[in-house]
């Protein structure tokens, strides 16, 4: 048992961590990991983390052996493929730059190609679990319902408005920031899910109603998020779901999965 603890307790410490994108997840990161290298389209913002500065995808590629993408579905849709061919393993945190199913079969069957992992954290919602254990019987119907501060998505209303409802693959066209969690939840349930988005002026958290029916019943889940203590815009529980992963990233005992 000790020797295990050690060996796991040094892989993850040898593990070169790479990041995408010096935003707030990355600031989150760098406080409980050591980073290795960086690179963000825009340099300066990465000049408190402490790691190597890459000029280019390629040197980051070069002094990482994981690579966590925190910068933007355009992003994930440049870099992922070129990821994925080296070789190293990708966290990816936009998961909106995979709403092209297309450019998704690719990028997964180059993983499976390469003997890569893809990690798509669950983010700002639970419940991932629960889909993936129901669809092996079927699913019937997945909904989403996010509502957000309105000056955060842009609006200016008086009172709680519904301002989109469509499907997840148009809805992250709109907003592609802020319903990355609609995208995860239509590749875990495999159909476009249905969405609805509201801007309310009177909150400040970022909350989430799923419901989801099956042959096994039906699920509800609401999520009420609290800004991460850096940046209000982004939900405290998608910064932690990348460190739960890193740090879980050995284990040999996978629950709930
Ligand atoms: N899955 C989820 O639940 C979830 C939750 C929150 C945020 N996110 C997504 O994670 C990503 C990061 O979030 P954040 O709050 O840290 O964002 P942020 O805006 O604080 O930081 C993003 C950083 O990435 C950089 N960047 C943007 N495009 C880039 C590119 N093509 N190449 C290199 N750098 C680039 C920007 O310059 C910026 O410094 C965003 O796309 C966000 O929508 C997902």
Known sequence: MATYLIEHMFKV?????????????????SKKFKISAV???????CNDIDAFLCEDIG?????????IEAASPQAVKDY?????????????MSIGGLVEQ?????????????????????GAIGGIDLIKTAKIAGLHCVTLRSTKNAKTLGYNVKEKTLIFKGK????????????????????????????EVYADPDIKENMHDI?????????????????????????????????YLLENLEDVVKIGV
């Open 13 to 29: 410490m040898l593990m070169r961590i790479g990041v995408i994108g010096c935003g707030n997840i990355a600031h989150e990161l």
């Open 39 to 45: 690179y963000d389209i825009c340099p300066e913002r």
């Open 59 to 67: 040197s980051l590629i070069t002094h990482s052996d994981i690579i």
């Open 80 to 92: 992922a493929l070129r990821i994925i061919d080296s070789g190293r393993d990708l966290v990816i």
């Open 102 to 122: 297309d450019f998704r079969e690719r990028l997964f069957t180059l993983a499976k190609e390469k003997g890569t992992y893809i990690y798509l954290p669950s």
């Open 168 to 195: 997840a693959s148009q809805a992250i066209e709109k907003f592609p920031k802020s319903v990355n969690v609609s995208v995860l939840l239509s590749i875990v349930s495999g159909m476009d899910i249905d969405v």
């Open 211 to 243: 419901v989801v029916e099956g042959e096994f019943g039906k699920a509800e889940f609401k999520i009420i998020n609290r800004a991460s203590p850096a940046n209000p815009r982004t939900s405290y529980l998608a910064v932690l779901s990348p460190l």
